[in-house]
């Protein structure tokens, strides 16, 4: 599975932005699809996950209630919609694939990865 994401940008606070990830390969459905940022001097963290059929999600506490993560298995597409933008979302955005039937917020289980697009949000 090869992942391209795009969608990054700059964006005042409390803006909005919509990341995509689109990917290449017939078992796309087969994947949990996940969103990870990596700060500046920080590790890369779990953002949220979408399973790959029943479509059950999971959020990072950090932004619940603000990013919506959803697929399209027809498309091949994982996208990541951010409202409420806070200077502290502010990262670069990976999106990961997962051969697994449920959701795990660990890095290192994920097999495939995305290139990466940053998001920057001005205070």
């Known amino acids: 599975v090869q992942l391209q994401a795009s969608g990054g940008g700059l964006v005042q606070a409390g803006g909005s932005l919509r990341l995509s990830c689109a990917a290449s390969?017939?078992?796309?459905?087969?994947?949990?699809m996940g969103w990870f940022r990596q700060a500046p001097g920080k590790e890369r963290e779990f953002v949220a996950a979408?399973?790959?059929?029943?479509?059950?999600?999971y959020y990072a506490d950090s932004v619940k209630g603000r990013f919506t993560i959803s697929r399209d298995n027809a498309k091949n597409t994982v996208s990541l919609q951010m409202n409420s933008l806070k200077p502290e979302d502010t990262a670069v955005y990976y999106c990961?694939?997962?051969?697994?039937?449920?959701?795990?917020?660990?890095?290192?289980?994920?097999?495939?990865w995305g290139q990466g697009t940053q998001v920057t949000v001005s205070s």
């Open positions: 390969g017939h078992t796309f459905s087969s994947y949990v």
């Open positions: 979408i399973t790959s059929i029943v479509g059950s999600t």
């Open positions: 990961a694939a997962d051969f697994a039937l449920s959701i795990t917020t660990t890095a290192r289980n994920y097999d495939y």
